[in-house]
């Protein structure tokens, strides 16, 4: 595997590649909020050769440069995930997609479908009921939250999203890795906009033309995810014709990192669809 910075419109995004340009259909992960493309580590070692996968860290996210002004709109980021696929010379690929990732591959596969040749949904934001009790009170507390000392809001943060994780070891250790680029104030301004962004208007138009989409689609939960209930796994499936439903017994919401076989098990099944 291989780590690449990329130039688009004055924003640097980071990503890897791995498998063979070339070979076979290429797959493209999008992590969701507060993470970064590490979510997926294991999900790529565990999937069968001869295809060409392509990991990236949204803008604000990991090693891609802070948003600064630019939109963090699900539309925004799937744009410009469109434009790191021209200049990888991707024509239309498998979009997988975890949490606000899972909104921002939904965007791909209503707008611009013929990119997206099959698409997998893991524990995805959708329709209009994802807001946890815990995102509605940080976004009404932004005017407060925004001038909080940068651990003092990440600490609220990771707090948070060690509930979407069985093991707290496994917590402990990505969560130091995914709170780096936040660390600092410009990182919490970073994160303030990254929940200011949260929008379940756009989930809700998106909702709408599901059942427009004719790839096929796999739907992926973990049965304790304690953010997103698999009530709406369930209802993501049953919208979008043909679609696949797989639980993972004992998943909490980050199920790439706590059941990556049973993870790269459905993609591989999605693969031969």
């Known amino acids: ?12 995004l980071y990503y890897y590649a791995a498998g063979s340009r070339g070979a076979g259909e290429p797959v493209v992960f999008v992590h ?3 993470t970064s493309g590490h ?6 070692t565990l999937l069968p050769p001869g295809r060409r996968l392509v990991v990236l860290d949204l803008l604000g996210h990991g090693r891609s440069d802070p948003p600064g ?9 799937a744009q410009r995930l469109l434009a790191l696929l021209d200049e ?6 498998c979009v997988v997609g975890h949490g606000v990732g899972g909104g921002v591959a939904q965007w791909l596969a209503v707008h611009e479908p013929a990119r997206v040749s099959r698409l997998a949904l893991l524990a995805s934001i959708g329709f209009d009921r994802w807001f946890t009790r815990d995102v509605r009170l940080a976004r009404a507390t932004l005017p407060i939250t925004r001038h909080l ?18 093991d707290a ?5 990505d969560l130091d890795r995914y709170a780096r680029p936040f660390s600092t ?13 949260l929008d379940t208007r756009e989930t809700r138009g998106l909702g709408a033309r599901l059942g427009e989409l004719a790839m096929p689609v796999s739907v992926i939960w973990g049965a304790s995810d304690p953010f997103l209930p698999v009530a709406l796994g369930r209802r993501l499936a049953e919208a979008i014709p043909g679609a696949t439903l797989d639980v993972v017994p004992g998943a909490r919401h980050f199920l790439p990192e706590e059941a990556p076989r049973q993870v790269a098990d459905s993609l591989t099944t999605l693969f031969a669809r």
């Open 149 to 166: 000392p940068p651990a003092w809001l990440l600490s609220m943060v990771r707090a948070e999203m060690e509930r979407g994780y069985a």
């Open 169 to 173: 070891g496994r917590a402990a250790h």
């Open 32 to 34: 969701g909020f507060a």
């Open 39 to 44: 979510l997926w580590r294991d999900v790529v």
């Open 88 to 93: 990888l010379g991707i024509a239309s690929a």
């Open 185 to 197: 104030e410009a990182g919490r301004d970073a994160l303030v906009r990254h929940i200011a962004a």
């Open 69 to 77: 002004a630019r939109s963090l709109s699900l539309a925004a980021h």
């Open 1 to 12: 595997m291989r780590g690449e910075f990329i130039d688009l419109d004055g924003a640097r």
